[in-house]
Nanobody
Framework: QGQLVESGGGVVQPGGSLRLSCVASRFAVDYYRVGWFRQAPGKEREGVSCVSSRDRNTYYADSVKGRFFISKDIAKNTLYLQMNSLTSEDTAVYYC???????????????????WGQGTQVTVSS
């Protein structure tokens, strides 16, 4: 049904910053639970940051707290992930995702989302 398209990935130096964008189509991002996930080679997909509909509650993984920040531009129907102080452990394919759930909890398990972007590669390397 809905569609998500990520952009903004690339290669960045350790300690650098990057902002990922995710444009939603055929649904309103502010009325869905939305989030960012990542998957490194040989590892399970993990929730990085998720927010419930209408920004009622926000979740951040412990590994990114204080460094990553999720936000929206409602007028552009776009979700963002600002990533700061990047390390090699942040290297992964990053995906945005959405769910129609109206639950106020910002659940951030990948099995709870049914609309997915195709992913954008983030590589942190010197």
């Amino acid at each position: 049904q809905g569609q998500l398209v990520e952009s903004g990935g690339g290669v960045v130096q350790p300690g650098g910053s990057l902002r990922l964008s995710c444009v939603a189509s055929r649904f309103a991002v502010d009325y869905y639970r939305v989030g960012w996930f990542r998957q490194a080679p040989g590892k399970e997909r993990e929730g990085v940051s998720c927010v419930s509909s209408r920004d009622r509650n926000t979740y951040y993984a412990d590994s990114v707290k204080g460094r990553f920040f999720i936000s929206k531009d409602i007028a552009k129907n776009t979700l963002y992930l600002q990533m700061n102080s990047l390390t090699s452990e942040d290297t992964a394919v990053y995906y945005c995702a959405a769910s129609a759930s109206m639950d106020p909890s910002p659940r951030c398990g990948s099995k709870e989302y049914n609309i997915w972007g195709q992913g954008t590669q983030v590589t942190v390397s010197s």
